[in-house]
């Protein structure tokens, strides 16, 4: 193939912008503006009237919503609804019952809760995990049951045998009937040593038990199960247990109500002698029950009340108490008081008050109304909390070597609960009430402290100095007093504490915690109170409370033990300190930070701050105080990040320096903005991203000069923005990732150039293309899939060419100079095989010569003068370019060439169109041998088959266009391109 | 393989006199069954028993303690014929009255006097069959009663000093427990109740129980023989209890093991209850409080 010359194409681009302009017409609509439909025709259309009419052909009955407190609205709601819901509802409905149940009867109850208990009643189902979390063992357990695993069982029965052999004849005999009844059901056997999880596990196994039992009708077996097992909570054996082991056991309870429950509500439901299900109302009334169903009910109670021991009687009794509902109406409640006063006949003090609450706990489930309870519980207690320093008591203390303190606070969960539900949406004089009763009655710290956590914070708020005093004055046989001022502290955190008394009550409470020596015991105070002081003092006191916090946690290392306490302080004053100067202005607030000595656990903190910094600060800070701390704290991130450090972790302390960075701004005085950039990237410089921001921060910085001096620098911002120059040029090298350097290079050249700082653009310009090279082949993408590098090259390529037609040439190196380096390097840069992206490049680059070519430049950096005035249409440097231009067509051909074969096709016929659009655009068609090249490679295009018919077709267009506009070449050339 | 099965009308199952029991006899079978006639009885028994210990001493007057019969009805519910495969029900009807001269006592079923009302059904059949016979309880109440609950109530105070069976006083430790029963005479359908009052009390306390007691007589003019023995016990305090604090005392009648005091000629009903304090080293205390009840 001959070489083809270039021949540009004279353009004139005022002119064309002027032809092709749009006129501008007033736009209507916001494209922007949410999608909103105004005007909506009621469409009554075959759907709607379908599923009106299936709806009423089929009455659709949910099996499972006669236990459900909303079943009213639940035909209502399929109502007119669509018809695929209405199939689906049902298929749900009919799941199998078992696994139904239970969530059935679940959400009822929770239904009703909702009905009268507001979100302020916080339910059981949040303590039970807490209790249970926080009140373990590590001593051993026993179990009194007969209904275990029968792995345990057959042992029994071996050791039996084994017995048998040497005994008698008579013992031998005993031993059968023995394993007989073993067969039967089980003889009650106590098995020793359980370890707290073996022990878990067993009562987990009875559940099942009982569950099993229920479902195969052994109802007397799980009623069984269910005695024995409330029988185990008046064992006060392993005494720091009880109230895990109460949590577990009314578990079983709970589920064994529920069962019965059901179970008479199904009985109630079936009509004798049919199937046929009555539904019962939600709210049914007792005479609507049948006569079978309550002689089952009465059967079960008489059952219940024949029960011997008092422990397991009160338990199963209050845990069946929903099912009173089916005798009489209003017999449940009238139960609950008669069990309240049974409650007195259990003379152990803890067992007890676990048992009120018990009852108050099934009572506020079934008649939240009813509470004349709640004050016998709380008072029963009152009266029963001397026993405490009974001699029985202190026996099983001494047993069990628990201290006084210890197990007090085996109390406080259920006197928590019975408070709570005392105090639920009472009035303020109730509390007054109880304060009184307390005074007389116990006024013990136990009680205060449980006071002060069930009624709202508020009431508390309101009487912070007398609760001071209060807690002042209490015995101190019970809990440790520091755990009162926690307590208060939590509560005065939540509410508005009235302004007269803040200051006083902080002297007060602090004038105690000052004296706890146990770090433990203050810092727990402290990490409460900070949060107090923090909200209605001022910086004086914050600092003061601050600088006590480190006099107390330094002797020893003591703040080793207490990070967790010191990061929630921190984070505490942050989220509510939210101006920085003043923050950092206290001078306890970084030895305070100074405090936290393991690495990790001090970047967290810095971490905090810096998260807080970024989110509140709203506007720029120059307080060089802020700065410095800033940085400290900064530094300290920065330093942690090593080789093994996770990109995660990275990237967050990456975005909480660049969000510092962008925060710190000096106004005018532009040098110091650009010697902190200097300082950041001297204390930041392991950071891609840090430095990214910097470079990019400063060269927002050489603009905003330039924009200040409107384009005409003086000597000194010439020299400022050329040190902005020199920061970013010596900057840029010392990133990891060379796709951000290529990046960066090419920005800050062009602002260089924008600044008139020549030789500094070519620099850079230069220092990228001779990057190229270096450029991996794959670059990570967001999804972790590598990809190839060569599509980012492409554009990269395609927006460094388009800077490259406005940099003015170095007179010293001759005619595009630049340019001719990026094609060498090209030339030898090693491109994908399959690809063809080297030759869309190339078409690139002929289009940008093309347009060096012209007389003037389509844009130019504002007061630079590019190639075409230097220039000045010099025909030897037009000579120049094209010869240039001839060699890539030369490139360009050879290249069509090498992918000629019949399976590159696609491939072929893609570039020969590329070329073609890019002569018809650029080049000169009127000369013959561009006319013959352009017809030439269009039948090149179509040789295979294979050319986009669309593509061709919108040339084909574009020619057709610019011959009817009078281009000459165009005209001659139309007809040969064909489809 | 047939079956034979009575159901009655009333689920309870509970009668009085005058009532009318109402009921069907059911019948399965996979095949025609041919039988000889179904028959229907509605028996009353009062069965006495001798104590062990007491044996000897009766033998003499056995005869007197032959079961009484206070009630016997026998009706032809099928004649003799053939039923059909499946299932037959075939209803009946029988009025509850007594033998001339007897009384339907209440249902009863205690250690050596036992009352007990019987439906049975017998489903004679040829030789080569077995009879088929099924037989269901049913219950009686007293309709009216001349005797009425009253406020009766009974004030207790139990120390050391009322105490009668004590040979060492001064082993005895101090106490004193205070308290009253609502009312000793009392309804059978509504609980005991009470309040119980520990004032003081030297030893530590392992439970305070209620203990419901029968008390049963048989025999004539002759003699007799008296037993008295638990029905149930129900504590009412676990441990040491606080001192002062008034602990209830509640328990309900179980059914079929009490019923309105009783008294005939040949036997006697009669309850009473204990109130045991053990202390913790298993010595106990009792208060015995006798109960009149009735059923209105």
Redesign the interface.
């Known amino acids: 193939m001959a070489a083809y010359e270039w021949h540009p194409k004279r353009r004139n681009y005022v002119l064309e912008l002027g032809s092709k302009c749009f006129n501008p017409v007033p736009a209507s609509s916001h494209p922007l503006k949410a999608i909103t439909v105004t005007d909506v025709q009621q469409k009554k259309g075959n759907s709607g009237a379908a599923a009106s009419s299936t709806s009423k052909k089929t009455p659709f009955v949910d099996p499972l919503s006669f236990s459900d407190p909303l079943s009213g609205g639940v035909s209502t709601e399929f109502e007119g609804s669509d018809p695929l819901s209405m199939m689906s509802a049902p298929s749900k409905s009919s799941m199998p019952s078992k696994s139904s149940r239970s969530n059935s009867v679940k959400s009822q109850k929770m239904d009703g809760e909702n009905e009268e208990i507001d979100d302020s009643f916080e339910p059981w189902s949040l303590k039970r995990a807490g209790i249970l979390t926080k009140y373990t063992t590590s001593e051993k357990l026993s179990i009194t049951t007969s209904f275990l695993s029968t792995g345990d069982q057959e042992r029994v029965v071996i050791r039996s045998q084994a017995q048998a052999q040497t005994g008698t004849v008579s013992d031998k005999v005993k031993n059968r009937l023995e394993q007989l009844d073993d067969f039967e059901e089980g003889s009650v056997k106590e098995m020793l040593n359980l370890s707290q999880q073996d022990y878990v596990k067993r009562i987990e196994e009875l559940n099942q038990a009982l569950i099993t039992a229920w479902d195969g009708d052994q109802r007397v077996k799980a009623l069984k199960i269910v005695i024995q097992c409330s029988k185990l909570l008046?064992d006060t054996s392993v005494i720091p247990f009880y109230p895990s082991k109460f949590v577990l056991i009314t578990d079983i309870l709970d589920t064994f109500g529920r069962l019965v429950y059901d179970r008479l509500l199904d009985k109630a439901q079936t009509v004798?002698g049919s199937n046929k299900i009555a539904k019962l109302p939600a709210k049914f009334t007792s005479d609507e029950v049948p006569?079978?169903a309550k002689?089952t009910c009465r059967n079960w109670?008489?059952k219940i009340?024949?029960i011997?021991?008092?422990?397991p009687?009160f338990y199963v009794e209050a845990a069946m108490l929903r099912s009173y509902n089916f005798l009489r109406t209003g017999e449940s409640t009238e139960v609950i008081d008669?069990l309240s006063?049974?409650s007195?006949?259990?003379?152990?003090p803890l067992?007890a008050v676990y048992a009120r609450c018990y009852l108050c706990r099934v009572g506020i489930l079934i008649a939240p109304k009813f509470r004349p309870h709640i004050p016998r519980c709380f008072e029963?207690f009152i009266?029963?909390f001397?026993?405490v320093q009974?001699?029985?008591v202190q026996n099983i203390l001494a047993t069990q070597k628990v201290e006084m303190p210890r197990y007090l606070t085996l109390i406080s969960p259920a006197l928590d609960w019975i408070l709570q539900c005392l105090a639920h949406q009472s009035s303020e004089t109730l509390l007054t009430q109880t304060l009184e009763r307390c005074k007389e009655g116990c006024n013990n710290a136990l009680m205060i402290n449980s006071i002060m956590s069930a009624f709202k914070p508020q009431y508390i708020a309101n009487r912070a100095l007398f609760f001071t005093e209060l807690i002042k004055s209490c015995e101190d046989t019970g809990l440790p007093k520091h755990m009162l001022y926690r307590t208060l502290g939590l509560c005065l955190v939540v509410a508005e504490t009235p302004e007269d008394q803040q200051l006083s009550v902080l002297n007060e409470v602090w004038k105690a915690v000052v004296k706890l020596k146990n770090p433990t015991e203050y810092i727990s105070c402290a990490e409460v109170w900070i949060e107090f002081v923090v909200k209605h003092f001022g910086k004086r006191e914050i600092n003061t409370f601050i600088g006590d916090i480190i006099k107390h946690m330094t002797p020893d290392r003591a703040y080793e033990e207490f990070y967790p306490q010191l990061q929630s302080v921190v984070s505490k004053i942050l989220a509510h300190q939210h101006d920085f100067s003043l923050l950092f202005s206290l001078e306890k607030f970084l030895p305070f930070i100074d405090m936290f000595q393991r690495e990790a656990i001090k970047v967290e903190v810095c971490k905090c701050v810096l998260e807080s910094f970024n989110k509140h600060q709203l506007t720029p800070v120059n307080d060089p105080v802020v700065i410095n701390a800033m940085m400290f704290l900064g530094k300290i991130m920065h330093d942690s990040v090593d080789a093994l450090t996770l990109d995660d972790e990275k990237r967050v302390i990456g975005n909480l320096l660049c969000g510092f960075i962008h925060l710190v701004q000096f106004g005018r005085d532009f040098e110091q903005q650009l010697s902190f950039y200097v300082e950041v990237r001297a204390a930041f410089s392991n950071l891609d991203s840090v430095l990214v921001t910097l470079i990019q921060s400063v060269n927002n910085l050489a603009v905003e000069t330039r924009k200040i001096v409107k384009g005409n620098h003086s000597r000194k911002t010439a020299a400022f923005v050329r040190a902005c120059a020199a920061y970013c040029f010596i900057t840029v090298p010392s990133l990891q990732s060379v796709f951000s350097q290529l990046q960066l290079y090419l920005l800050s050249g062009q602002v260089a150039l924008l600044n008139q700082c020549y030789s500094q653009g070519d620099a850079f310009l230069k220092a990228a293309i001779s990057l190229i090279p270096d450029m991996p082949k794959t670059m990570d993408a967001a999804d972790v899939k590598s990809r190839s590098s060569e599509p980012f090259l492409m554009e990269y390529l395609y927006s460094f060419i388009s800077t490259l037609l406005v940099t003015p040439d170095n007179p010293d190196v001759g005619v595009m100079y630049l340019l001719r380096g990026l094609l060498n390097v090209l030339q030898d840069y090693t491109w994908d095989q399959n690809g063809d992206l080297r030759i869309f490049v190339y078409t690139r680059v002929l289009a940008m010569l093309s347009s060096a070519a012209q007389e003037e430049y389509l844009y130019h950096f504002d007061k630079v003068d590019s190639n075409d005035s230097m220039y000045g249409s010099d025909p030897k440097f037009v000579a120049e370019v094209q010869s240039m231009a001839a060699t890539l067509i030369g490139e360009i051909l050879a290249h069509l060439k090498t992918i000629s074969a019949p399976e590159f096709a696609k491939r072929q016929s893609t570039l020969a169109l590329e070329l073609v659009a890019t002569l018809i655009c650029h080049g000169d068609l009127s000369q013959t041998s561009m006319a013959s090249l352009t017809s030439n490679l269009w039948t090149l295009a179509q040789k295979n088959g294979q050319a986009d018919v669309k593509v061709m077709k919108k040339l084909q267009e574009n020619i057709k266009t610019k011959a009817a506009a009078g281009n000459a070449g165009c005209q001659a050339l139309a007809p040969k391109l064909t489809v | 393989m047939a079956l034979i099965d009575i159901r009655l009308k009333k689920?309870?199952k509970i009668f009085k006199e005058g009532d009318v029991i109402a009921g069907v006899v059911v019948v399965q079978s996979k095949g025609d069954l041919q039988h000889q006639g179904i028959t229907l009885t509605m028996e009353g028994m009062v069965n006495l028993q001798l104590s062990a210990k007491s044996v000897g001493l009766f033998e003499a007057f056995y005869n007197s303690l032959k079961p009484i019969q206070v009630l016997m009805y026998t009706l032809e519910v099928a004649k003799p014929g053939r039923l059909p495969s499946g299932k037959t029900e075939i209803p009946f009807e029988v009025p509850l009255k007594p033998k001339p001269g007897k009384t339907l006592y209440e249902t009863y079923h205690g250690v050596f006097v036992n009352i007990q009302y019987l439906v049975r059904v017998e489903m004679k059949r040829s030789l080569l069959n077995k009879d088929l016979q099924k037989q269901t309880e049913f219950i009686i109440e007293y309709k009216t009663q001349e005797e009425r609950a009253k406020d009766k109530p009974v004030n207790f105070t139990i120390t050391p000093d009322t105490l009668t069976n004590v040979k060492e006083k001064q082993n005895v430790p101090k106490f004193k427990v205070k308290g009253h029963i609502d009312s000793s005479c009392l309804q059978i359908t509504k609980?005991l109740t009470g309040e119980l009052i520990v004032e003081h009390c030297e030893a530590?306390?392992k439970s305070?129980e209620i203990q419901l007691v029968r008390v049963e007589t048989c025999g004539c003019a002759e003699g007799f023989a008296k037993d008295a023995t638990e029905i149930?016990?129900?504590?009412?305090?676990?441990?040491?209890?606080?001192r002062n604090?008034?602990?209830?005392i509640?328990?309900?009648f179980?059914?079929l093991f009490t019923c309105p005091s009783l008294s005939t000629n040949n036997f006697k009903v009669d309850f009473e209850i204990n109130i045991v304090v053990v202390f913790?080293d298993d010595h106990l205390v009792t208060e015995n409080f006798p109960l009149r009840l009735t059923r209105f």
């Open positions: 008046a004798v006569e079978a002689e109670f008489f009340a024949s011997r021991e008092l422990i009687r008669r006063y049974m007195r006949g259990i003379g152990d067992v029963d009266i029963t001397p026993q009974g001699e029985s | 689920v309870n609980p530590l306390i305070i149930q016990n129900i504590q009412i305090a676990d441990g040491d209890v606080t604090s008034a602990i209830p509640h328990m309900v179980p059914r913790s």
